[in-house]
């Protein structure tokens, strides 16, 4: 996700979503023609259609402007930064979820590579053996019971649904430059921040621009398969038969995933 500057715009993009969510759901039924789990398909396509175009016309000539004149040894370190960065947020979904063992050791993951690390710049921990994990709020929601809700697609920051949503929140709040007064330091990095990650899904983003009939309908699935593949630390439970949802689009596609989101940067 973007840092700091565009935590503004994103908690209003999760508020506007979050009213929505509540308008609809006093929907018994799912409009005629559209999946159940993406209601809202229609928007979802046009603000996908803007992403594309933003991303296209902006983000890619500076993402492979930023590749050219970075060297890949600063491009890694520049990852690790934003990844510890971001990181207190895996640390509190761990306690949430009751992962105690993990929680702590992703604690002092986090210390480590804040202080021998130089800010996350270098993994020492990684090298100790504490290697790092992908816990967030949505997961955490999930763990205690709560429903999926509504596929989603947000400006600018992509696939959501409105489970994920509130971790825009606690992601934000567990931020350190969230809590950084001086704009001359917070605008930079947040860039730097937004451009980083444009990098990182790079490989990903041509995958899908090249080989997907329907990049919209491949990115939803896949999506939605890596974050049941996250909620279940990589072994949700078998099903016992397939269980098909046909949007009226795709002739239906499978529910359960099988393997990591080959989005994933």
Same mark, same amino acid.
């Given at each position: 996700m973007?840092h700091?500057?565009?935590n503004?715009?994103l908690?209003?993009?999760a508020? +506007?979503?979050?009213?929505?969510s509540a308008l ?7 409009p005629a023609g559209?999946?159940e789990?993406d209601?809202l398909?229609?928007l979802?396509?046009k603000i996908?259609?803007f ?7 902006i983000?890619?000539?500076?993402a492979n ?9 600063v491009?890694?370190s520049?990852s690790?930064f934003y990844?510890?960065l971001?990181?207190?947020? +895996?640390?509190?979904?761990d306690f ?6 993990e929680?702590?050791g992703?604690?002092?993951r986090?210390?480590?590579?804040s202080?021998?690390g130089?800010?996350?710049?270098f ?11 992908l816990e967030?709020t949505?997961?955490?929601l999930a763990?205690?019971g709560?429903?999926q809700?509504a596929?989603l697609v947000?400006p600018?920051?992509g696939?959501?649904? +409105?489970?994920?949503?509130p971790?825009l929140a606690t992601?934000?709040?567990?931020n350190?430059?969230f809590y950084v007064?001086?704009?001359?330091v917070t ?5 730097l ?15 899908v621009?090249?080989a997907?009939?329907?990049p919209?309908l491949f990115?939803r699935?896949?999506?939605l398969?890596?974050?049941?593949f996250?909620i279940?630390d990589g ?14 689009e795709?002739g239906g596609?499978?529910?359960?995933e099988?393997?990591p989101?080959p989005?994933s940067?």
């Amino acid at each position: 996700m973007p840092h700091d500057t565009l935590n503004t715009g994103l908690r209003g993009l999760a508020l +506007v979503a979050l009213l929505a969510s509540a308008l609809l759901g006093g929907c018994a039924t799912a409009p005629a023609g559209v999946s159940e789990k993406d209601p809202l398909q229609p928007l979802n396509r046009k603000i996908y259609a803007f992403n594309g175009s933003f991303d296209r016309h902006i983000m890619t000539p500076v993402a492979n402007a930023y590749t050219r004149v970075t060297p890949r040894p600063v491009r890694n370190s520049v990852s690790r930064f934003y990844n510890n960065l971001t990181y207190p947020n +895996v640390v509190l979904n761990d306690f949430l979820q009751g992962k105690f063992a993990e929680g702590f050791g992703d604690a002092g993951r986090f210390l480590i590579n804040s202080t021998v690390g130089l800010l996350g710049l270098f993994d020492p921990a990684g090298h100790l053996g504490l290697k790092p994990h992908l816990e967030d709020t949505g997961q955490t929601l999930a763990v205690w019971g709560v429903p999926q809700g509504a596929y989603l697609v947000l400006p600018f920051a992509g696939p959501d649904t +409105v489970r994920d949503l509130p971790d825009l929140a606690t992601i934000t709040f567990t931020n350190a430059l969230f809590y950084v007064a001086n704009p001359f330091v917070t605008i930079p990095l947040s860039l730097l921040g937004f451009i980083d990650y444009r990098v990182q899904a790079s490989a990903s983003i041509n995958f899908v621009n090249e080989a997907a009939l329907d990049p919209y309908l491949f990115v939803r699935e896949a999506y939605l398969q890596h974050r049941e593949f996250l909620i279940y630390d990589g072994h949700p439970p078998p099903r016992l038969a397939p269980d098909i949802e046909d949007d009226g689009e795709d002739g239906g596609t499978p529910n359960q995933e099988k393997a990591p989101n080959p989005l994933s940067p």
